[in-house]
């Protein structure tokens, strides 16, 4: 299976910004094509980064994305204006977007359902919290948000991403034994939901992941790759978590 490293530069970067890393980044990559690479820079920086990356191996991504196709929605980009700028994927369903701006289980399946029939690939993130998985709730938090987020889902062009809140950001990372046990769950949900294509779809480990720990973490056999946050963001840092291997 091919791995699948993804950058979320949140709310960093600004277009001179963009460019400037992939300058310097894409050809620290350029050779790599056993890793689909994918950054998600903000909205304003999305068509100079595509600029960038055309005729390279390195994706597009959008942070997030708005159902609906067009009106008085203001402030939201809707999927055709995110196929415009360049992207091929959107991040939706990421925890920071459920914890501050309220997006419900609902609020996330439209928006992915909106992403697919677009055409876009849905990188989909879930995970709980560090009460809930003190509490012992990991499994149950996760289910819901699996069952709820990719409701009416097919498994085409579909990524999933386990985003332990507890590790995000924090500098905590879940141990390899944690990640495993927690996508191993997630792969025995994904069978219930799409039979044997569960077996080809990438579960991505997202929380702290870094140079250090990223071959750790890759050596679990349910684990299919990276969605990095603040790692993601100096060139060199990143093309190490490209080049793990």
């Not at 980044?25 to 056993?34: E, W």
């Not at 989909?124 to 938090?141: H, I, P, Y």
């Not at 034994?177 to 990438?202: K, P």
Request: net charge negative; aromatic share 8%.
């Amino acid at each position: 299976m091919k791995s699948f490293i993804a950058a979320n530069w949140k709310m960093n970067k600004t277009i001179s910004e963009t460019r400037e890393f992939l300058r310097e980044f894409i050809p620290l990559v350029k050779n790599v094509s056993d890793v689909d690479i994918v950054i998600a820079p903000p909205f304003t920086a999305l068509s100079a980064a595509a600029e960038a990356m055309k005729g390279t191996n390195v994706q597009l991504a959008a942070q997030d994305i708005f159902w609906e196709e067009k009106g008085a929605f203001t402030g939201e980009v809707a999927p055709a204006m995110l196929l415009d700028a360049g992207c091929t994927h959107v991040i939706i369903g990421h925890s920071e977007r459920r914890q501050y701006f309220h997006e419900d289980d609902a609020a996330v399946n439209k928006k992915v359902k909106a992403a697919h029939k677009a055409g876009l690939g849905v990188i989909f993130c879930f995970g709980e919290s560090l009460g809930e998985r003190e509490a012992g709730k990991t499994f149950d938090v996760i289910r819901r948000e699996i069952d709820k987020g990719l409701e009416g889902i097919g498994a085409e062009n579909l990524v999933v991403a386990y985003e332990p809140i507890w590790a995000i950001g924090t500098g905590k990372t879940a141990s390899p034994e944690q990640a495993q046990e927690v996508h191993a769950f997630v792969r025995d949900i994904l069978r219930r939901l799409y039979g044997s294509t569960a077996d080809g779809l990438r579960i991505l480990y997202g929380g702290s992941v870094t140079p250090e720990n990223i071959s750790a973490l890759m050596a679990c056999p349910d684990v299919n790759g990276g969605l990095v946050g603040g790692a993601s963001l100096k060139t060199d840092s990143f093309a190490k978590l490209v080049c793990y291997k």
